[in-house]
């Protein structure tokens, strides 16, 4: 499944990202589970923020991290959290 | 913050919190999972406040999965309060209920409060297995129900306990899943614990029911695809392999009891000797790093062969201390259901009768146990006897 890049992409409603002092990560709740997320892929989706498209969340991290080349990594996570089931491209 | 260090073996929090916040409960399932004496708790509930400050103690610890279960948890009037409050502590909380007493009410409050799931179990029916069927009365409470869940945007999470008497009617269970628009749909076969270990002989399907069932999931499951997801889960007595129970002692999983008891898992309650700590009593930090119950079968010092040498120690933790208790006496055992186990008959012979054909549930409905308050405290002192113990 291809994700659209010009999208704005929306965490899944039973999805929810938080950070946790206690494992030093951001995880992905969601109902009875969890997800302990790796720094870039909680870079990455905590930029999901139902307005955001793909492009927007490359863009915003070569800002955040200026001289990495990311976008095709990027791309790759948010195309297998959309098959996941963790995001949607309203 | 996690003390680091503080526990002897295992330094993680725990990070799935089940709160059983009451055993009072209006059905009685045949197959309930609830300590045979749960009446013994219903004059000592913990309260809200110090239900409050166990999650946050927890909390502290790590833990971001919550449960409110019972019982029936909507039993309990708070379990709003409890619900909201855990929620804006950062929990994920998840509220699992046979759906008695969901009123839009309640249903509205939740959702406000930021509950994240609903799981709704299908009552048991036993009693009246051919009535309930077809009874139009329960079909709609079903249905009303469902509608509210799916109303306030919750996806319909549908649990279904399978078992001898009721296997065969798979078909119409799953097309009254379908109606009701489940999302996900779980049918799990019973566990022999508490309950359903006093009436396993009568609730351990054949091989025969169960590959018949299996075959009708499939069916459904390739009609509806990604629009009703079926999880069928066999018993584990027609595994050879115990299960990685709770994913080890004192590992990920916290279950608090109505009285405060501190378990690492729903049954530990009947283990002899163990001390559990309460909630009241201690922080839940102490509890779970320090207390001597909460370490008694992390990592495998405490093991016997053949699961000291085992290469899947690792893997299944040498499965179930209850199981094992219950069935061979001794906890530190291996789980029976391992085919590695000296003691793995004791789950074969029961395998065996299962396969044998038996009395119709007409005839068995008067032999069986129903979860009730009279019976349970009839049954009433601590539940330390093991199968064992009854046969000798």
């Known amino acids: 499944m291809s994700l659209p890049t010009d999208t704005a992409l929306t965490l899944e409603k039973q999805f929810r990202l938080q950070w946790e002092p206690a494992q030093n990560a951001y995880v992905l709740l969601y109902p009875e589970g969890l997800i302990k997320l790796t720094e870039s892929a909680g870079e990455i989706l905590k930029r999901i923020d139902g307005k955001a498209s793909a492009d927007d969340v490359v863009h915003s991290l070569e800002q955040a991290f200026p001289g990495a080349d990311l976008k095709q990594d990027v791309i790759d996570f948010l195309e297998v959290a959309y098959d996941k089931g963790w995001i949607r491209a309203d | ?265 729903h049954e530990a309650r009947m283990l002899p000797g163990l001390d559990f700590p309460n909630v009241r009593d201690h922080d839940v930090g102490w509890i779970w790093n320090e207390s001597r119950a909460f370490n008694l079968y992390r990592g495998d010092s405490w093991m016997q062969e053949p699961c000291r040498s085992c290469d899947e120690k690792e893997k299944d933790f040498g499965g179930c201390r209850c199981q094992a208790f219950m069935l061979t006496g001794d906890a530190t055992h291996a789980d029976p259901v391992c085919s590695k186990s000296p003691q793995h008959h004791l789950i074969t012979e029961q395998v065996d009768l299962a396969q044998q054909s038996r009395a119709g549930a007409e005839e068995v409905r008067p032999l069986l146990f129903y979860r009730d308050d009279k019976t349970s405290r009839l049954l009433g002192t601590p539940e330390t006897t093991s199968v064992l113990d009854e046969h000798a």
């Open chain 2, 1 to 265: 913050m996690t003390k680091a260090g503080s526990g002897p073996i295992n330094t993680a929090g725990p990070l799935w919190v089940n709160a059983e916040i009451t055993y009072k409960c209006p059905l009685h399932c045949v197959f309930c999972y609830n300590p045979l004496n749960y009446a013994s708790t219903f004059e000592s509930e913990l309260t809200t406040e110090q239900w409050l400050k166990a999650f946050r103690e927890a909390r502290a610890l790590g833990a971001v999965q919550l449960g409110i279960s019972g019982g029936e948890p909507l039993v309990r009037k708070d379990a709003e309060v409890l619900v909201s409050e855990a929620s804006k502590m950062g929990y994920y909380v998840n509220l699992l209920t046979s759906g008695v007493g969901l009123t839009e009410e309640r249903i509205a409050a939740f959702k406000e409060g930021g509950l994240g799931q609903i799981q709704l179990s299908f009552q048991d029916s036993t009693k009246e297995m051919n009535d309930f069927l077809s009874s139009t009365k329960t079909f709609d409470l079903k249905l009303k129900v469902a509608r509210l869940i799916k109303q306030y945007d919750y996806p319909m999470v549908l649990n279904v306990v399978l078992h001898r008497l009721n296997i065969d009617h798979i078909e119409q269970i799953l097309e009254m899943a379908e109606a009701m628009q489940a999302d996900h749909v779980e049918l799990a076969n019973s566990q022999y614990y508490a309950w359903a270990l006093k009436n396993r002989e009568y609730l351990m399907p054949s091989r025969e029911q169960i590959q018949k069932a299996e075959a009708v999931t499939e069916r459904f499951r390739k009609r509806l695809g990604k629009k009703m997801k079926l999880y069928f889960i066999m018993p584990d007595y027609y595994s050879d392999r115990p299960k990685a129970c709770m994913n080890g002692w004192g590992s990920v999983f916290l279950n608090i009891a109505p009285d405060g008891l501190a378990l690492p898992c």
